[in-house]
């Protein structure tokens, strides 16, 4: 069983029940598994990001959240009741989906308060709200538009306005930047992240974009296969993965297979490519002779030529032959082969002339001893 527990960015007191509460949740098609036994609670004001590749099943339990799919077992719970019963116009929730959906010939006014109108409210009332919307949105002088006369990030910002202005206190977005190009993606991502604190409700976010998720997420929770790997703030998990899935997914990190030739005592040596690596057991249980796995971010590796002399291990360097540089404009990759074929990566700021390696020269890569990283799941 995964089990994710987040308390959010608002403090919540025992009478405060978690704005969404997901109970061993299951869903699965046939022989197919789309989630499984998934325990997650989600604070009131987070900004919660569901991050993961494409068919790991983020998707699926963003609609089984809002209704719009029923979970094969398990319970959801928002604030502390229980909605399994209620289809999605019933529960607290609206949904930003990855397709606009707008109505063309509608205004942005009209699109905006077309679910008010439905729901029967006054014609003033309509408008007030509507108003408000789009004054939260930036989009009260295009009012009058059609759709097609609305750049791409202005149309995602109209369905953001007609899903705010149903004052639901849970916002659903399931890829809700996916169609646009990568600067109006960071653009709308920081206007994402202030309107959730604007308005103050929480926002459950899907992505599989990695940059998209850290810009805007509190907390993020790994989903793939399934399952809830990995969550925790940003940070923690760009720079600290607990999970050896974690860090092959997020960030340029480096992942080497070895196996525990010492055990003892706090740090233990791995055996990798013919080097011996020292490495923080962090508390985790081995055993010698044990596989593991090393993970190491590729900004925290140097590189230096080794110009025929044999630099004495250290623990923290392994050396290799390099093979080629990829020129990236902030950044330069440079690639090299370890003895195993294993492949790894030093990535530095990319405004140095310094002559660059012969392919196929020796070259050491070294690290500080807190920037390796020990998995053994």
Same mark, same amino acid.
């Given at each position: 069983?995964?089990?994710?527990?987040?308390?959010?960015?608002?403090?919540?007191?025992?009478?405060?029940?978690? %704005?969404?509460? =997901?109970?061993?949740?299951?869903?699965?098609?046939?022989?197919?598994? &789309?989630?499984?036994?998934?325990?997650?609670?989600?604070?009131?004001?987070?900004?919660? =990001?569901?991050?993961?590749?494409?068919?790991?099943?983020? !998707?699926?339990?963003?609609?089984?959240?809002?209704?719009?799919? @029923?979970?094969?077992?398990?319970?959801?719970?928002?604030?502390?009741?229980?909605?399994?019963?209620?289809?999605?116009? @019933?529960?607290?929730?609206?949904?930003?989906?990855?397709?606009?959906? /707008?109505?063309?010939?509608?205004?942005?006014?009209?699109?905006?308060?077309?679910? *008010?109108?439905?729901?029967?409210?006054?014609?003033?009332?309509?408008?007030?709200?509507?108003?408000?919307?789009?004054?939260?949105?930036? *989009?009260?002088?295009?009012?009058?538009?059609?759709?097609?006369?609305?750049?791409?990030?202005?149309?995602?910002?109209?369905?953001? &306005?007609?899903?705010?202005?149903?004052?639901?206190?849970?916002?659903?977005?399931?890829?809700?930047?996916?169609?646009?190009? &990568?600067?109006?993606?960071?653009?709308?991502?920081?206007?994402?992240?202030? *309107?959730? #604190? @604007? =308005?103050?409700?929480?926002?459950?976010?899907?992505?599989?974009?990695?940059?998209? %998720?850290?810009?805007?997420?509190?907390?993020?929770?790994?989903?793939?296969?399934?399952?809830?790997?990995?969550?925790?703030?940003?940070?923690?998990?760009?720079?600290?993965? $607990?999970?050896?899935?974690?860090?092959?997914?997020?960030?340029?990190?480096?992942?080497?297979?070895?196996?525990?030739?010492?055990?003892?005592?706090?740090?233990?040596?791995?055996?990798?490519?013919?080097?011996? /690596?020292?490495?923080?057991?962090?508390?985790?249980?081995?055993?010698?002779?044990? #596989?593991?796995? /090393?993970?190491?971010?590729?900004?925290?590796? %140097?590189?230096?030529?080794?110009?025929?002399?044999? !630099?004495?291990?250290?623990?923290?360097?392994?050396?290799?032959?390099?093979?080629?540089?990829?020129?990236?404009?902030?950044? !330069?990759?440079?690639?090299?082969?370890?003895?195993?074929?294993? #492949?790894?990566?030093?990535?530095?700021?990319?405004?140095?002339?310094?002559? *660059?390696? $012969?392919?196929?020269?020796?070259?050491?890569?070294?690290?500080?001893?807190?920037?390796?990283?020990?998995?053994? $799941?």
């Amino acid at each position: 069983m995964t089990q994710i527990e987040t308390q959010g960015t608002q403090q919540m007191t025992d009478s405060q029940a978690p %704005a969404v509460e =997901v109970r061993n949740l299951a869903k699965h098609y046939g022989d197919f598994v &789309a989630l499984q036994n998934v325990n997650v609670s989600i604070g009131a004001g987070e900004y919660f =990001v569901l991050l993961g590749p494409s068919g790991g099943g983020k !998707t699926t339990l963003l609609r089984t959240i809002g209704g719009f799919q @029923k979970p094969t077992h398990g319970e959801v719970l928002l604030h502390g009741r229980s909605v399994g019963h209620l289809p999605p116009d @019933k529960r607290p929730t609206s949904m930003v989906f990855q397709a606009y959906a /707008l109505f063309p010939h509608m205004s942005v006014e009209q699109n905006v308060g077309y679910g *008010l109108k439905v729901a029967g409210l006054p014609r003033a009332q309509v408008a007030e709200k509507v108003a408000a919307a789009l004054e939260q949105v930036g *989009l009260t002088p295009f009012a009058a538009r059609r759709p097609h006369e609305l750049s791409g990030g202005q149309q995602q910002r109209v369905q953001l &306005a007609r899903a705010i202005v149903l004052d639901r206190d849970i916002l659903l977005l399931d890829e809700p930047l996916a169609a646009l190009d &990568a600067q109006l993606r960071k653009d709308m991502c920081l206007e994402l992240k202030h *309107l959730q #604190e @604007k =308005v103050g409700i929480t926002f459950i976010h899907v992505t599989h974009n990695q940059e998209e %998720a850290m810009t805007v997420a509190d907390r993020i929770a790994l989903i793939a296969n399934g399952e809830l790997v990995e969550f925790g703030r940003a940070r923690d998990i760009y720079r600290a993965p $607990e999970k050896t899935f974690t860090a092959s997914f997020v960030g340029e990190n480096n992942v080497l297979k070895g196996r525990v030739a010492e055990a003892a005592g706090s740090e233990i040596i791995v055996d990798v490519a013919g080097s011996r /690596l020292q490495v923080d057991k962090r508390g985790l249980a081995v055993s010698d002779g044990q #596989e593991v796995t /090393l993970s190491i971010r590729s900004e925290c590796v %140097a590189l230096d030529r080794v110009n025929g002399a044999e !630099t004495p291990a250290d623990g923290f360097s392994i050396t290799g032959a390099y093979d080629e540089s990829v020129y990236l404009g902030l950044t !330069t990759s440079h690639l090299v082969h370890l003895p195993d074929g294993t #492949e790894m990566v030093s990535r530095e700021i990319a405004d140095s002339d310094e002559r *660059l390696p $012969e392919a196929g020269s020796r070259v050491r890569l070294s690290w500080k001893p807190s920037d390796i990283r020990l998995h053994v $799941e």
